[in-house]
């Protein structure tokens, strides 16, 4: 496959994260000729939080005037980038969804900024695909929080969260990280990443846009994650195929952070699914590659 041209990756990153992690993985990306960006989602944006000193954060302080910034913060500020993108720019571009950045890639996918109908309309670029990796590719109407909790209303909080004093309505952050979400990764490199983690709330919008049915997917399978074991990443991909989605699947065997430990084949998988995405298309000119 020759460079992507006018390709552009947008990453939708985790929970209590930062972009930091994703830079390996970025300058990887660009290193096969792809345009790659991370931005920071505001509901895990310290200087947002009013948690007091980033570099030493209080969680357990009152939330800011306001309230904390909420799931739409987060697809709003997606939705700018990719304005950008695609309508100045005119960039085809394929959303990664890492964790819970799935729910906001999916979200931020409406139809308007899609490659199909937008060239339909006489107009470059767009959003060509979805790829998740340990992504919560959420049913339509499920919330990130209400889709992994038990139905008869009782909350269930896995071991790898610790919340602040307000509990469900405050904020939380990764306990034990090196054990959790760095498990593949040496104890050096563990301890490195665990000290750009964050801290955010936990996810209660319903996903309303259905982007699943109309773009391309794919989810990359992580066989050794101890975050979203990989029979949850399977169910998830197993209810969208159910209801006719298909789903390209690839697997990793890599912990919930195969951005740091599988870099270059994690940058593999998009390439052969963007591959894979232009082969199908049949205006391949008006992609611009």
């Known amino acids: 496959m020759p460079p992507p041209q006018n390709i552009a990756i947008v990453i939708c990153h985790g929970s209590y994260h930062s972009p930091a992690p994703y830079g390996p993985f970025i300058t990887a990306l660009q290193a096969q000729g792809f345009e790659a960006h991370c931005p920071q989602r505001p509901t895990c944006d310290l200087t947002k939080l009013n948690v007091g000193d980033i570099n030493n954060p209080d969680l357990d302080r009152d939330p800011p005037p306001g309230g904390y910034p909420t799931d739409t913060d987060d697809v709003d500020t997606t939705t700018q980038l990719l304005l950008r993108l695609i309508n100045d720019e005119g960039k085809n571009v394929l959303l990664l969804g890492h964790s819970s950045g799935g729910w906001v890639a999916t979200q931020a996918a409406v139809p308007e900024l899609q490659a199909k109908p937008r060239r339909a309309e006489g107009k470059p670029g767009g959003i060509i695909g979805l790829f998740y990796f340990g992504g919560f590719a959420v049913p339509v109407g499920e919330s990130v929080h209400a889709f992994f909790q038990p139905k008869d209303g009782s909350v269930v909080l896995p071991p790898w969260v610790r919340f602040s004093k307000h509990g469900l309505t405050g904020l939380a952050t990764l306990a034990k990280a090196p054990q959790y979400l760095f498990n593949d990764l040496s104890p050096e490199e563990a301890k490195k990443w665990e000290s750009t983690l964050t801290a955010s709330g936990i996810m209660t919008a319903p996903l ?82």
Request: glycine share 10%; net charge negative; aromatic share 8%.
């Open 208 to 289: 309303t846009n259905d982007a699943y049915s109309v773009l391309p997917c794919a989810y990359v399978v992580l066989e050794n994650d101890a975050i979203l074991p990989k029979e949850f990443q399977e169910l998830m991909v197993g209810i969208q195929r159910e209801r006719g989605v298909e789903f390209t699947v690839f697997r990793a065997p890599a912990g919930h952070s195969p951005q740091l430990s599988w870099t270059e084949g994690l940058v593999e998988s998009v390439k052969e699914f963007v591959g894979g995405i232009l082969e199908q298309t049949e205006t391949v000119g008006s992609l611009g590659v």
